[in-house]
């Protein structure tokens, strides 16, 4: 990550039941762009993996912005151990430094075991690394 005098932020998306085209899983997507909506997201990102980049085409279309695949956030965890993956950490790291001042959210694949509920987590990218700043909690 290049020295960023505004830090990049990136918020990791998790739903609570993985995506499929169920009212539930839209109304899911639906609170977490209005949540979104507010930080002026400016692309959804994902992995290659089907429900990552389906939850992510319908968030970007909600939010009016560009779902892009990034094949580094293969199996992005929602749980946050993909810090301890340099691959995971470098593709972050670069789209930190193409949304400097900016904010970019992140799809993550599946859901996690230690909260059945859909979140957002902050992630602050800065010359310093990361900080994880847990945003909301969606029941």
């Known amino acids: 990550m290049s020295d960023l005098q505004c830090p990049a932020r990136i918020f990791l998306v998790r739903l609570a039941d993985g995506i499929d085209d169920s ?3 839209r109304g899911q997507v639906a609170t977490i762009a209005r949540s979104l909506r507010t930080e002026k997201t400016s692309a959804v990102y994902h992995g290659p ?3 990552s980049r389906t939850t992510a ?15 580094g ?3 992005l965890s929602p749980d946050c151990r993909f ?3 340099p691959a995971t950490v470098a593709a972050l790291d670069e789209i930190a430094d193409q949304y400097r001042g900016e904010a970019v959210a992140v799809v ?9 509920t859909s979140a957002i987590i902050e992630m602050t990218a800065d010359a310093d690394g990361w900080l994880l700043v847990p945003q909301t909690s969606e029941a």
């Open 49 to 51: 993996e089907h429900k």
């Open 83 to 85: 810090l301890l993956q």
């Open 108 to 116: 993550s694949m599946g859901t996690s075991t230690a909260s059945p």
């Open 73 to 75: 956030l293969q199996g």
């Open 57 to 71: 085409q319908l968030l970007a279309a909600t939010l009016q912005v560009p779902a892009l695949e990034c094949t």
């Open 23 to 25: 009212a539930a899983a």
